[in-house]
């Protein structure tokens, strides 16, 4: 069945160190994949997404890549802020229009 | 223009009882999704609804579980004599049209505990 895979968290960084959110997928056919935030007391937003293999989704300074070859889609950014402590849920769809299938979330900490 | 509200926040039942929850979908967003998330899992899909209609109860249990979203006034997910096994947390997106893969946006969830 299709499914995901992301890192447990928490992951805790200082500030101003480089970012790197694991997700791997299973799917059947050629799915979308998505990069949700929930930062507190707020509600999901999507981050990113990229909708074929090679495609890299990028915003506020996140970035990731579709990788077929390796079914990852893993998050990064260059130099993460505490305004960047959140949790981060991985997620792709196939087939539908509408029904997201998700990871289990990452929580981040960034310590100042 | 509000985004996805839900309500309440927090939410505290007995078993036995029933829970109540409520989602007011952004302006001009007449596509609800029901989503839930259980301790250490991802969301899983519940539910679609459109103004009046359920489009895809897929994700739904069978029983005890039921979902509205009539033509005036908020989505409602109904749970019947809650159990400790229905404490989780779930989320509520809507959409302009029948992708969440484009324009959805999602409200802050409601957290159910049973006591």
């Known amino acids: 069945g299709n499914s995901v895979t992301q890192m447990e968290g928490p992951v805790t960084l200082s500030e101003e160190a480089f970012l790197t959110i694991n997700c791997t997928y299973t799917?059947?056919?050629?799915?979308?994949l998505f990069w949700y935030v929930q930062y507190p007391g707020e509600g999901l937003q999507l981050l990113l997404k990229?909708?074929?293999a090679d495609d890299k989704g990028s915003n506020k300074g996140f970035e990731a890549t579709y990788r077929k070859e390796t079914t990852s889609f893993h998050l990064e950014k260059g130099s993460v802020q505490v305004s960047d402590s959140a949790v981060y849920f991985c997620?792709?769809?196939?087939?539908?229009?509408?029904?997201?299938?998700w990871g289990a979330g990452t929580k981040l900490i960034i310590k100042p | 223009n509000a985004g996805v509200m839900q309500n309440p926040r927090h939410l505290v039942r007995r078993r036995g009882q029933e829970a109540r929850l409520r989602c007011s979908p952004m302006?001009?967003?007449?596509?609800v999704y029901w989503y839930r998330q259980l301790p250490e899992e991802g969301l899983k899909f519940m539910v679609y609804?459109?103004?009046?209609?359920?489009?895809?109860e897929s994700g739904m249990p069978k029983e005890r579980f039921s979902a509205e979203f009539p033509k005036e006034g908020p989505s409602i997910l109904r749970i019947q004599q809650v159990v400790r096994g229905d404490s989780a947390a779930y989320f509520c997106?809507?959409?302009?049209?029948?992708?969440?893969?484009?324009?959805?946006?999602f409200g802050q969830g409601t957290r159910l505990t049973v006591v």
């Open positions: 997106a809507s959409s302009p049209d029948g992708r969440t893969d484009r324009r959805a946006f």
């Open positions: 302006k001009g967003h007449s596509h």
């Open positions: 609804l459109q103004k009046e209609n359920i489009i895809d």
């Open positions: 799917a059947t056919g050629y799915p979308s």
């Open positions: 990229a909708t074929k």
């Open positions: 997620a792709l769809m196939v087939d539908s229009n509408y029904q997201l299938i």
